[in-house]
């Protein structure tokens, strides 16, 4: 049975652990946003898009049952597998009163950790799933890995087909270098090299060029952002 792709956040701290999902999750056909402490994860779940967030219990800034906690609040239902070395009753008790859907203790097997956010995803969808991103008439498909612009097919090499996701996900928000570098290229540090700015002119010549109107802007002292409109 083919699995249906989805967006999951991932807020961990531990960057080799980090890495090791992110690609993981990534290989299994999902698409991973990654934040490294609970402010920024914070920021990411607020943005709301998510299929499933994996939130590790222990983390720098802010806590990770502080952010279950806070999403619930808000009545934000999306599902929440919490990660944690603390194992015992109790604290898997704590992490699903605080509003966790499922409780994971480390060390774990990946293939167990993707069947129990696959599950949490099947359960949190009452039908089909809308797999295509639109950006006024740019289309991008993450199933068929198809974009199109006025009807007629853009081809791009895989990292392109990366970026312009990544971007169209945040439609209409700014996107840094750091972003980029982090849940495009999987960087956690900076190479120091233009392989953003080749990347993004190659993406824009192929998706702007022959068009009037340009959908992605470089905003200057920021990063970049897709949107309709000038």
């Known amino acids: ?9 991932l807020i961990e701290d531990d960057r080799e652990a980090a890495s090791y999902l ?7 056909g999902h698409t991973v946003d990654h934040a490294a402490d609970g402010e920024a994860g914070t920021h990411f779940a607020e943005t709301g898009g998510y299929d499933v967030l994996v939130v590790d219990r222990m983390l720098p800034k802010r806590d990770g049952l502080a952010i279950v906690e806070d999403l619930r609040r808000r009545h934000d239902h999306t599902p929440v597998l919490i990660l944690s070395a603390l194992g015992q009753v109790d604290d898997r008790v704590k992490g699903l009163r605080a509003g966790g859907d499922d409780y994971l203790t ?4 990946f293939s167990e950790l993707l069947a129990r956010i696959e599950a949490l995803a099947r359960r949190n969808r009452p039908g089909d799933v809308d797999t295509v991103y639109r950006v006024g008439e740019l289309t991008l498909d ?7 612009r006025g009807g007629a097919e853009i081809v791009l090499q895989p990292r392109e087909f990366r970026l312009l996701e990544y971007m169209m996900r945040h439609a209409g928000q700014v996107v840094t270098r750091t972003m ?9 540090f900076d190479p120091q090299t233009n392989v953003i700015d080749v990347h993004v002119s190659r993406l824009r010549s192929k998706i702007d060029k022959g068009f009037d109107k340009p959908l ?5 002292g920021a990063g970049y952002m897709i949107r309709d409109g000038a």
């Open 142 to 148: 993450r199933l068929s890995h198809v974009v199109t």
């Open 106 to 109: 480390k060390p774990y097997a």
């Open 1 to 9: 049975m083919s699995r249906a792709a989805m967006r999951v956040l």
């Open 22 to 28: 992110v690609k993981a999750l990534d290989e299994a």
């Open 180 to 188: 980029l570098l982090e849940n495009v290229w999987d960087y956690h």
């Open 216 to 220: 992605l802007h470089t905003i200057r």
